[in-house]
């Protein structure tokens, strides 16, 4: 069943661009809009699904599991709310991929250009569908190096 879905939604997406490209002047200039829109949607949605995801951490684990009256209940329509944000990516990722597949066939972009658009989305959609939490930022040393030391004599 899921792979009628997957199909008719990358079918669903394709179409539209082809018979874009039937149209003089308006083939390249569509898909890339699409994709863009596309890729905006699928990085939209995974700021949505990290937001939702760290309050219901917080509803559990937190300072509000203590301050809020009723958390137990904030924290499952949190989670609630992720798993419909998490439920719709893997159709907008096949659609994007049915997307970048047609930027590619038209030449639309070049290799480098469309790597840049596809992979990071790519991988913010598959974040999300195996609920992987985003990398986090190293952290800075507030300590500097010390005085250098004496010399031995």
């Given at each position: 069943m899921?792979a009628i879905?997957?199909f ?25 809009q ?14 949505s ?34 798993d ?13 991929k049915g ?18 658009i ?36």
């Open positions: 899921k879905v997957l008719c939604t990358v079918i669903v997406a394709v179409a539209p661009t082809t018979a874009a490209n039937a149209a003089p002047g308006a083939g390249c200039s569509q898909i890339v699409n994709l863009n829109d596309a890729a905006a949607a699928i990085n939209g949605d995974a700021t699904y990290w937001a939702h995801r760290a309050k219901f951490v917080d509803l559990i684990f937190g300072q509000s599991s203590q301050t809020v009256p009723n958390a137990p209940q904030a924290a499952k329509q949190e989670k609630s709310q992720a419909v944000v998490k439920g719709g990516v893997p159709g907008r990722l096949a659609s994007f997307l970048s597949t047609a930027a590619q066939a038209q030449d639309c972009l070049s290799p480098a250009q469309l790597s840049a596809v992979e990071p989305t790519i991988k913010q959609g598959k974040r999300v569908n195996f609920d992987q939490f985003p990398p986090e930022l190293p952290i800075e040393s507030s300590v500097d190096r010390g005085p250098p030391e004496m010399p031995n004599k």
